[in-house]
């Protein structure tokens, strides 16, 4: 996609810009992965040591904003020793939030990235004190028994579907 490839050319020029060593052999069109549901990017080395940026397609209605930061975190996982999220990888999301303004952080949310939220709602349990939802899209142990659980308030949880 275009827009992608010329916001991941953008958010590289702002990691050099800083010193982070970001690597050299990342190609330079993002794919679209249209099955993601709960993760907004990806990294993936491949065997001959270059890397694949990948991006949800719910990134798509996203903004430019959005789209920058979520790049941003999968790029810093190219540098050497930042595969996962440590302290090395958080120095340099530290770095480019203070210099760009971003929030990278190892997560973000639906809400955080402006994009809308789609996981499917497939069980509800709900308290009976005080109303409060938990929506699940899958039957989580505390979907099967939420008997074993208690709300915030202490009151009784119950799976309505």
Not at 5 to 17: P, T, Y
Not at 34 to 49: E, L, N, P
Not at 82 to 95: I, K, V
């Amino acid at each position: 996609m275009d827009r992608f490839d010329k916001l991941l050319v953008q958010v590289l020029e702002q990691a050099r810009s800083l010193g982070i060593p970001v690597s050299d052999r990342i190609d330079p069109h993002v794919k679209i992965n249209r099955r993601a549901v709960t993760r907004f990017g990806c990294c993936i080395r491949q065997k001959d040591g270059s890397f694949t940026i990948e991006l949800t397609h719910r990134l798509l209605e996203g903004t430019d904003r959005a789209c920058l930061q979520t790049l941003a975190h999968e790029v810093l996982h190219t540098c050497s020793a930042c595969r996962n999220h440590g302290s090395l990888w958080r120095s340099y999301a530290g770095r480019m939030n203070a210099a760009f303004g971003y929030a990278i952080s190892r997560t973000g949310t639906c809400g955080e990235l402006g994009v809308p939220a789609t996981r499917p709602v497939r069980h509800l349990v709900v308290c009976t004190r005080c109303g409060q939802e938990f929506p699940r899209a899958k039957a989580s142990p505390l979907v099967l028994h939420p008997e074993r659980y208690r709300c915030r308030c202490g009151g009784t949880l119950i799976c309505k579907y």
